[in-house]
């Protein structure tokens, strides 16, 4: 690995706290996180899975989400059907049906691990429908994000090793060229 943990965790911490920004996100609303460690430590995704670096940038991450009152949703690996884990009362609020599966650094992912140990009461869900999102390490959240996606350039462009992506999301544009929108 070529940097620190310390730097790693300042580096989560300051591109969460910038696509949060940008997008805009109101408190409650949901924000999800792909993450590869494999591919933060500098190896391939999956093939490193580390629970501690995954503790340092979920705790990045977190902190700037609990600083403006989103909901972080963690998104497992594959093995997992690439679910996702919240906190209950955000699965309650969406209506999104709760599953029974508990993460772990091979099965799920240490970054979904470690949000399931760190949420008051972690829950696995299946589909969420985010606001806006971070793939760290080319996860592929996309899936977990509403239907219009906006990519959004952030500053920070890697996590460690790792690629960052960051998205939006807005309201779909429907009624063709007579309609008015709002733009904001």
Do not use: W
């Not at 965790?9 to 996180?33: D, H, S, T």
């Not at 940038?57 to 600083?67: K, L, N, S």
């Amino acid at each position: 690995m070529t940097q620190d943990m310390t730097l790693i965790g300042e580096e989560a911490y300051r591109a969460a706290k910038e696509i949060l920004e940008i997008a805009g996100l109101k408190e409650g609303q949901l924000f999800v996180v792909g993450c590869s460690t494999s591919e933060v430590a500098g190896a391939g995704i999956g093939s490193f899975s580390s629970p501690e670096l995954a503790e340092v940038v979920f705790g990045g991450v977190y902190q700037a989400t609990q600083e403006v009152g989103v909901y972080l949703a963690a998104q497992c690996c594959e093995h997992l059907n690439r679910a996702l884990v919240l906190e209950e009362d955000a699965a309650e609020k969406y209506g999104y049906e709760i599953v029974n599966v508990i993460p772990q650094p091979k099965a799920g992912g240490s970054f979904a691990t470690a949000a399931y140990k760190a949420f008051e009461t972690p829950v696995a869900v299946e589909h969420i429908k985010a606001h806006a999102g971070m793939d760290i390490g080319d996860t592929l959240i996309g899936m977990h994000l509403k239907d219009v996606a906006i990519p959004v350039r952030v500053r920070t462009t890697q996590i460690g090793d790792a690629h960052v992506v960051c998205a939006r999301t807005r309201a779909k544009y429907i009624g063709g060229g007579r309609a008015l929108y709002d733009e904001e």
